[in-house]
């Protein structure tokens, strides 16, 4: 029988580069002070005895986990994930986390959590007491749930909160949802259309409120009224499709800006009810573009978010404050989107 293969540890790494395990664990946490000799010295080193750092080994050389808790709302992730269509939030979520966990040698772990349940500090308090995370990254609605934001404090717990600028700890990170919906009105507005309707995400989420803001500003700044232009959905296809048809009943629009991409399929199917088409009647935005507008016919123009780029911040920012580096600002960190344009937007239909 072969025998086992004698594990690197951190002492091999120190004994090959010659210097103390303090300057090897320092290395290998990223920790600042170290200087660029000894860096390479011990990065060789590793490289060389091909050593991989143990997260059980770093959480024992300090108080730090070396876990980063992302919290994510479970009623919606779970609809998403049985609904097999293509949307990607989540996947965009652990793209950008996970690599940033892994360059500062961190892990992240996905709770599902529903906001409006009566047991949120039970299960909260549970995933904390199991896993001590060193930080927490909050998405909407998470980000602005004060319940979920008193406790994660009293624990001294890291915070990110991604899509909320709301009063409450930790780090603000927002897409810039203002200056999508302005740059996608704009769009429209530049193609020649006037009556532009806006279909908005629920209240609950402070981001629709700023896309309403974009929308409503770029329509101003054009002269023109945004008045029985407005309908409001909650993110889903059924919704979205009764406030299609509610805006395509009540105004005269040719285009529409969808608040995510199964709005605006839905709204693409209460257009084609009426007999009509898009683009040729109808033009249409979207925001997520997400793989279901991507291979839609027509491909849906649409507002390509930063998931993983901000999502790789939020890990940043709270790693960079677990090591003294980052306190909380009372600005967030603004991340632009960009507008991809396709087949599903063209010049009104002259009459």
Not at 38 to 64: C, D, E, N, T, W
Not at 286 to 310: E, G, N
Not at 343 to 350: G, H
Request: glycine fraction near 6%; proline fraction near 5%; hydrophobic fraction near 45%.
């Amino acid at each position: 029988m072969s025998r086992r293969r004698q594990s690197v540890t951190i002492r091999h790494v120190a004994a090959d580069a010659g210097v103390s395990l303090q300057t090897v664990s320092r290395v290998i946490n990223k920790e600042p002070g170290v200087r660029p000799e000894m860096l390479h010295r011990v990065q060789a080193s590793i490289a060389k005895l091909g050593y991989v750092p143990s997260l059980a080994a770093q959480r024992m050389s300090g108080s730090r986990s070396y876990l980063i808790l992302a919290l994510n709302d479970r009623e919606r992730t779970i609809a998403d994930w049985r609904a097999r269509e293509g949307r990607d939030w989540v996947d965009q979520m652990l793209l950008g986390g996970m690599l940033a966990c892994a360059a500062h040698g961190y892990r992240m772990i996905v709770e599902l959590v529903d906001t409006q349940s009566d047991q949120i500090e039970r299960e909260i308090s549970a995933a904390i007491a199991a896993l001590q995370p060193d930080g927490a990254i909050l998405t909407p609605p998470h980000s602005q749930n004060p319940v979920i934001l008193k406790l994660l404090a009293e624990k001294g717990i890291e915070i990110a909160r991604i899509g909320s600028v709301a009063e409450g700890p930790g780090h603000m990170l927002v897409q810039d949802d203002r200056g999508s919906a302005r740059l996608a009105t704009e769009h429209l507005l530049a193609l020649g259309h006037r009556r532009i309707g806006f279909i908005a995400g629920p209240a609950e989420y402070e981001l629709s409120a700023w896309r309403v803001e974009g929308w409503r500003a770029a329509m101003a700044a054009a002269g023109l009224s945004s008045d029985a232009l407005l309908e409001t959905g909650d993110f889903s296809y059924d919704a979205g499709l009764i406030a299609a048809r509610t805006l395509l009943d009540r105004a005269e629009v040719t285009a529409v800006i969808a608040a995510n991409d199964q709005t605006a399929l839905a709204t693409m199917a209460a257009v084609r009810g009426r007999g009509l088409s898009v683009p040729e009647d109808v033009s249409l935005v979207s925001f997520d573009d997400t793989p279901i507008v991507r291979f839609a016919s027509p491909a849906l123009t649409a507002v390509s978010q930063p998931i993983a780029d901000i999502t790789a911040k939020a890990v940043e920012r709270i790693i960079d404050a677990c090591a003294g580096r980052a306190p909380a600002s009372a600005e967030p960190v603004v991340l632009p989107s960009t507008l991809i344009v396709r087949d599903s937007t063209r010049r009104p239909r002259v009459n």
